[in-house]
């Protein structure tokens, strides 16, 4: 592009200060969220502007070459870009534009007018592109120090005590104190994949952390924060609800953990979880997604302390409530191949009292002992509890 004559410079760099306040009048009224900015933001849009025209100045002279629109933004914070939306920081560059391209023609003699107003709206463009540019890396850089925080997060949820995982997960930008549940998957996610899976999240959650591994993904959701008013089984509804919904997305063997009551117990459901994936080999029938609570026996043959637990409190115990008479005759139909007549001769009852005895235990614990893989889960279920009886004398 061919340069200016030197009297169409000079008369520009003359013009260049009225150029600056006529800009900077035209952002304060033409755009009212600039007055909703902090001191500090505007001053910095201020600097942009000055350094703006100043450099489109400098572009139309002899030092052209030199000149590269991204330095405009290097007078401002990064902290700005927080302040100011990349939609907001282009309407600043098209209202500066406007004001230079309705403007300098006029100062500059008649023969350079097209020239100067091709080259406004040719600085314009660029720095449009520069100003996308900082905010792209701004926002990498952003997103990559968020997935370095939501790690460390899930990690401490791991191995870290309950208030210090909770700490972690708060600086990750967790912030109710509501439900949460875990789900891991193995499968391999890139940048943009997990990207999507956190928008996925968010739109399903209140709270999520994402944490990436090499052949595996863990998610952990929160639910609404619970308060007074709130229905603390409508909140674990729709937290398993979106725990659902999420894991349906995910490639690979995927396990959910159980809900427990706050972030704070969050590495429960996640260890729960984790300790699925891992026992799930040991039940090829298994469906996809899975709870981990349905792997109990294949996670207490692998050695999760958590299982012997959980196992205690989801059936043990409340097998043991109903009274000795129903947990002796789940053993006995158990121990019996499940045969309702040899279980009614060896208890001397009759063969409908064992029915209706199994019933109530189905309908007490949610396990149905005739059922192959929840007689499973009681078998086991009363053989921790005998080996816990046991031990205690």
Known sequence: MDQLSAPAVTALR??????IEHSLDRISAALPWYHTLSSASRDQIQKVARVGVTMFVDSVGERGAEVDPSGIFNVAPVALTGAVTLEQTLDLVRTVVDVVEEE?????????????????????????FAAAKVYARVAEARGAWDARLESVAVDAMLHD??????????????????????I??????????????????????????????????IVVLGGDSADETADAAAQRTRLVAAADRI??????????????????????????????????PGWA???????????????????????????????????????????????????????????????????????YRLGRVSKQTGWDATDARDGLVLHLAVIVGRLAAGHSH
């Open 247 to 280: 894991a349906v997305e995910l490639d690979g063997a995927v396990v959910i953990g159980p809900v427990v009551d706050g972030v704070a117990q969050a590495g429960r459901s996640l260890r729960s979880a984790l300790a699925g994936l891992r026992a799930l």
């Open 104 to 128: 300098a023609p006029n100062v500059v003699p008649a023969a350079g007018h097209d020239a100067v107003r091709v080259r406004v709206l040719t600085f314009g463009r660029d720095v449009g």
């Open 161 to 182: 005590s309950a208030d210090d995982a909770a700490t972690r997960a708060g600086a990750a930008g967790w912030r109710g104190t509501g439900p949460v549940v875990a």
């Open 14 to 19: 003359e013009a260049q200060n009225t150029l």
């Open 184 to 217: 891991v998957a193995r499968t391999v996610l890139d940048a943009l994949a997990t990207s999507r899976l956190r928008h996925e999240c968010r739109q399903w959650a209140q709270d999520c952390l994402v944490s990436v591994h090499s052949d595996s993904v």
């Open 285 to 355: 029938e298994a469906p996809n997604p899975v709870r981990a609570d349905d792997l109990l026996p294949e996670r207490l043959l692998d050695g999760d302390p958590l299982a012997v637990e959980q196992i205690r409190a989801l059936v043990t115990e409340p097998l043991r409530e109903m009274g000795e008479l129903y947990e002796e005759t789940v053993a006995t139909y158990l121990a019996l191949g499940r045969s309702l007549e040899m279980t009614a001769r060896t208890l001397f009852v009759h063969a409908n009292t064992v029915r």
